[in-house]
């Protein structure tokens, strides 16, 4: 399934980066747009833009949420995975960084939590997972591994973990309904066309971005 096909509409602007979403390519898009990244810290926490000169400084989160049109909410991602989220009914948007630890804090729970205080309802919010480490190439040790299960309620096999069924669990559960869930569905680890820590400790990361217009 495209998910641009099924997730994109004439109100929003959506991509998942790859290694050619570069500083450069940010620049550009900051000329045409107010850009708003965090200080991504693996949290559950969420920052709602209000206005194009909300802050000044990065603040630590992991997550954004805005009604505002022409407001870029930038998430960085090298293995983690990116989350867009767009109310058509409503027009709202929020994008989220849920790695390992954001997905065990459920993050994606806290950004449905958030829409829903203003005005969505879960049953019209889409959401498009991007691309992150696939079960297969993310082994982790015991007590990370039954840490990750006991706080999610999910069932993995040791060593791995499924970060990817994790979080679309986490959206079914927070009322989504599973056709409004769609995939870009690429491995960082194993597609040399992403940036991945765990393939070689690099520091770039891809820009993940969602845009109401």
């Not at 998910?3 to 959506?14: G, Y």
């Not at 948007?93 to 993050?107: D, L, P, Q, V, Y």
């Amino acid at each position: 399934m495209n998910w641009q096909e099924n997730f994109n509409s004439p109100n929003i602007i959506a991509r998942f980066g790859d290694i050619h979403s570069d500083t450069a390519q940010l620049a550009d898009l900051c000329k045409n747009y107010t850009c708003f990244e965090l200080e991504q810290t693996h949290s559950s926490q969420l920052m709602v833009i209000r206005c194009a000169d909300d802050y000044d400084i990065l603040p630590e989160a992991d997550a954004m949420l805005t009604a505002q049109p022409d407001i870029a909410l930038i998430i960085r991602t090298a293995d983690c995975y990116p989350i867009l989220f767009f109310d058509p009914v409503k027009k709202i948007i929020a994008a989220a960084h849920s790695g390992r630890e954001g997905t065990r804090k459920n993050i994606a729970q806290a950004v449905i939590n958030k829409m829903t205080c203003s005005g969505s309802f879960p049953e019209n919010i889409l959401a498009a997972i991007g691309p992150g480490i696939s079960t297969k190439a993310y082994q982790v040790d015991a007590d990370t591994w039954e840490k990750f299960c006991q706080s999610t309620g999910t069932i993995h096999n040791f060593p791995f973990l499924d970060i990817r069924r994790t979080i679309t669990t986490q959206l079914q559960n927070a009322g989504i309904p599973a056709v409004n869930i769609f995939h870009h569905d690429h491995c960082t680890f194993s597609n040399k066309n992403y940036y991945s820590y765990r393939r070689n400790k690099t520091r770039k990361r891809q820009y993940n971005w969602i845009i109401l217009k």
